[in-house]
């Protein structure tokens, strides 16, 4: 089904990462291969799992954040790649649990590291890239950085945790759901953006800047892909439209429709979600009810919202072609449902 | 079956933790108090199921090792019982993630939290706990601690897959197997006892012999649970006898069989370890070949080995009722087998 972009965000040109990725070309290419030397063991099956995972197409935005907040500053050292990295190892390893928990088949089109190696393999490869990545953040020896970086991790396995507890309970509200994304997406965009002023060493009201961007950032970017994941064409997005929905994922689109849907309404989606193993007659159903409500428009309209305050907590610091690239980030990662 | 404790090694009175325990006991309340605290959060889940396997009767060893190794040098303030809670959560961390790899049913004689709250919970409560006890190791603040801890955990999930890959294995060698106990085991073990002298401030020559104090003690400790698996009693346990071979799981004793067998029975030993679901008949089996080479006293003899090397490195140190305390749990350890 068609997506309807909210008339003051339509644009001749659609916004691009484009930007971001010439601007941190060179220092991307320092992550990667860093990427490589620390998901490199002897013990074979490591590389093996984590290479499968690590080149399997994602966008690589996470690193991006933090290169780009860091030389925004004028930073020049080697430290915001190693952090870079460290960050990029620590979302692969929630990426890697994350499978293990939903028990996905399939991520970006290709078999879950899981459906190859097992869950085994994909809980140790992650604990595993999660070690590196703290031996990256102590090697740069930031205890603010480490701080920051450190508290994600909880905070992002805390989320994760919420989010199986509120599963399956069409009593959640949109300010449940927020505190689960929250934490479980947007708090890693947030430790991502903070870290690179604080190796800068900036004040203290850039770091607050650069973390409320990548907060808010997070959120917009969360909410877009559970757009996507009902709106989305299979061949873009590498997996299939309804998704979330099959597995019974309560996303704020099935949210929206329950809340303002008839008592016959609320009991399908009550059946549908709590049995977590709808066919196509069901999703057929609910992306019905999702367009008679409108809640993709209006899940987008509140991405929009985050969107509004990620740029605005960018707006006082000096013009750059890094901040206008992190501004066309936001842009971007709400076109993307265009 | 019996074990026989080499002639060297049987006193008139049994080697006990309890030195250990006396002198640590303030400090392992406030532990105590710090794990509670700390393992606690709004999502309900979370303070559940860590305090089940938390107050499931573990010895907390570790944490005492930590706390003991800073007391030694005169050590008054608090890093170490925060580190000591740190090695403790890092510990429950690897449980948890240990017993969704190996589809544990039971642990301690208790369901596992993986039958109660499923894989999931097991693994995100993890993840959740690594994240917190690296929150606390950052909030100490020393950057050497944070060195050893976090290249500890690297090391354990390395040597976790490691024993995946060998897994099912009967060429396995006992080389290959230490390798993997030195990793999965020893390692938190000498890290926990390097932290203690690092917050103490002392020079390299006491890190180094806690450190080498640490690392065999692991190995012996863990040479012990294997004979234990073998030789002890289900009451004592909470497991029962055989489970490890039950699972296929390869140890030491199996190595040792396998090797000094004849062609038959390393046939036998191959089928029952690589089909890893193995009865009464085949555990009977498997014991008499274990009790035919002697191999539950030659592993016994191995623990002894690294328990010398252990009680050595301590050696040079200064008297004092902790360096007694452990020095009476190296025999501890290995008189468990009694």
């Given at each position: ?8 965000e ?5 916004a ?8 941190t070309?060179?220092?991307?290419e320092r992550?990667n ?5 620390k998901?490199g063991?002897d013990v074979?099956m490591?590389p093996e799992?984590a290479n499968?995972?690590i080149?399997?197409?994602?966008k690589r935005l ?6 780009a907040?860091a ?5 020049q050292?080697?430290a915001h790649v190693?952090?870079?990295t460290s960050?990029?190892?620590?979302h692969?390893?929630?990426l ?6 939903d028990e996905?088949?399939?991520r970006r089109?290709k078999?879950?590291a ?5 869950n085994?393999?994909s809980?140790?490869?992650g ?5 590196q990545?703290?031996?990256m953040?102590v090697?740069?020896?930031s205890?603010?950085a480490?701080?920051v ?7 992002i ?10 599963a399956k309970n069409?009593?959640?509200t949109?300010?449940?759901y ?13 430790a991502?953006?903070?870290?690179g002023?604080?190796v ?6 850039e ?6 961007y990548g ?8 909410l877009?892909?559970?757009?996507l994941?009902?709106?989305?064409k ?9 998704d ?6 309560i996303t704020?689109p099935v ?5 303002r849907?008839?008592?016959d ?6 059946e549908?979600i709590?049995s977590g ?7 057929e ?6 367009g ?5 428009n209006?899940?987008?309209a509140?991405a929009?919202?985050y969107g509004t305050?990620?740029s605005?907590a960018?707006a006082?610091?000096?013009?750059s072609?890094?901040?206008s690239?992190?501004m066309?980030?936001?842009?971007f990662?709400i076109?993307r449902v265009s």
């Open positions: 089904m068609g997506v309807v972009i909210p008339l003051e339509s644009k001749n040109k659609l691009s990462v484009q930007p971001l990725v010439d601007l070309k060179a220092d991307m992550v291969q860093l990427i490589l030397s998901a063991s074979q490591i799992v499968h995972l080149s399997s197409g994602g996470r690193p991006m954040l933090t290169l907040s030389s925004m500053f004028g930073y050292g080697n190693k952090l870079a960050v990029e190892f620590m692969t390893a929630t890697l649990h994350d499978d293990v928990v996905s088949d399939l089109g078999s879950t899981r459906m190859i190696w097992g085994q393999a809980v140790l490869v604990d595993f890239l999660l070690g990545a703290f031996r953040m090697d740069v020896g205890l603010d480490l701080d970086l450190s508290t994600a991790a909880s905070v396995a805390e989320g994760e945790v919420l989010q199986l507890s509120v069409m009593e959640t949109e300010d449940d927020l505190s689960v994304i929250r934490a479980k997406t947007a708090a890693l965009f947030a991502a953006s903070e870290v002023p604080i800068a060493g900036t004040g203290k009201a770091r607050n800047a650069l973390k409320s907060m808010n950032l997070g959120l917009a970017f969360q877009v892909d559970d757009v994941d009902y709106g989305g299979a061949a873009d997005l590498g997996k299939n439209v309804g979330d929905f099959r597995e019974g994922k704020l949210i929206l429709s329950y809340r849907g008839t008592a309404e609320r009991a399908f989606w009550k549908a709590e193993d709808n066919g196509d007659d069901n999703l159903k609910a992306l019905g009810l999702i008679k409500y409108g809640a993709l209006d899940t987008i509140r929009v919202h305050i990620a605005d960018l006082p610091l000096p013009e072609p890094w901040k690239a992190l066309e980030v936001i842009d990662c076109d």
